[in-house]
């Protein structure tokens, strides 16, 4: 059965540190992995990460996957309370019969950023 | 609005009630995706299309779940004799195709069965 597990399952930070959330997945069919924010109603679209050790950077969040050890991270540097949030993990896995492709999601870390 | 829109927003029902849900995905996507999602549980996948077609169901989906999407633009999710397990949000994500897979996803359905 397709696993996405995310760690930790919380944090609490103050504003300004720097937090590193981890993703891990045990999958058939890999295609890509995505990372979402998601505060109080729909996730919305952070990173996709086809290729292992390549960063991508927005601001200041920025992903890398590693293929070789299943995992991804999710960096946020000088967190701001506009960073409390779930940040959801999800691996994209190709759908053999039938075609196409769907989204499994890991359970989440909620972050909470104090002042 | 270009978004992925989701109606209603809220719902409560009395148990053995059915309800319908219906999500418009942003117009040019042709993949339409439902999840499920329960508090501290990121969410679960239900079911997907591509266009009209319905390509996967998961096995949490039971015969008193179907989805729709008879043209291959919005569809419609209905639960019949709804249980209070079924108490959830419902999310709705759609995305582009082949090349641009990232799901954006709908505001969500807030089911409450009472």
């Known amino acids: 059965e397709d696993k996405v597990v995310q760690s930790p399952l919380s944090l609490v930070v103050h504003e300004g540190d720097t937090v590193t959330l981890n993703c891990s997945y045990e999958?058939?069919?890999?295609?890509?992995l995505l990372w979402y924010k998601q505060e109080k109603k729909a996730p919305t679209f952070l990173f996709m990460l086809?290729?292992?050790?390549i960063e991508k950077k927005s601001g200041r969040l920025s992903s890398i996957l590693d293929k070789k050890e299943l995992s991804s991270i999710l960096n946020i540097t000088a967190t701001q309370t506009g960073d409390s949030a779930i940040y959801l993990c999800?691996?994209?896995?190709?759908?053999?019969?039938?075609?196409?492709?769907?989204?499994?999601f890991g359970t989440g870390t909620q972050l909470k950023v104090e002042l | 609005d270009t978004g992925v829109s989701q109606n209603p927003r809220h719902k409560i029902t009395k148990r053995g009630q059915n309800v319908t849900f219906r999500c418009d995905p942003i117009?040019?996507?042709?993949?339409l995706y439902w999840y499920r999602q329960t508090l501290g549980q990121g969410p679960e996948f239900l079911t997907y299309?591509?266009?009209?077609?319905?390509?996967?169901k998961s096995r949490l989906l039971s015969d008193r779940f179907s989805a729709e999407r008879p043209k291959g633009s919005f569809s419609t999710l209905e639960i019949q004799r709804t249980e209070q397990g079924d108490s959830a949000m419902y999310l709705c994500?759609?995305?582009?195709?082949?090349?641009?897979?990232?799901?954006?996803f709908g505001q969500g359905t807030r089911l409450t069965v009472v």
């Open positions: 999800a691996v994209e896995i190709w759908v053999l019969t039938g075609g196409g492709n769907k989204l499994t």
């Open positions: 086809t290729s292992s050790g």
């Open positions: 999958v058939t069919n890999f295609r890509s």
């Open positions: 299309f591509q266009n009209e077609a319905q390509l996967e």
């Open positions: 994500a759609s995305s582009l195709g082949v090349m641009n897979t990232e799901a954006f």
């Open positions: 117009s040019e996507h042709n993949r």
